[in-house]
């Protein structure tokens, strides 16, 4: 990752950048947590009559876990760029 991409994911967070490491396993962890509660929901919803609802959720779920791997892509990114 450049140095610029470094910057701007610190900028987002606003936290220094030797800090960004930790801003950005945080944020991880959040998302892994709200990923674990949608598969929980499906789950707890999964014999509901409303056949909306489990897609609504199942897509939910599908897109939360695509948002977990793209920001573990991005940690390994700035990991490598520190280095």
């Not at 945080?26 to 999964?46: C, G, I, P």
Request: charged share 25%; aromatic share 8%; with cysteine.
């Amino acid at each position: 990752m450049y140095a610029a991409d470094s910057a701007a994911w610190a900028d987002a967070f606003g936290v220094h950048h030797s800090f960004l490491d930790r801003a950005l396993q945080q944020r991880l962890r959040r998302l892994q947590d709200m990923e674990e509660e949608l598969r929980s929901l499906y789950n707890a919803f999964k014999n509901a009559p409303d056949d909306e609802l489990l897609l609504s959720i199942r897509s939910a779920t599908r897109s939360m876990a695509q948002s977990v791997e793209c920001l573990q892509i991005a940690i390994r990114q700035t990991s490598r760029g520190s280095a």
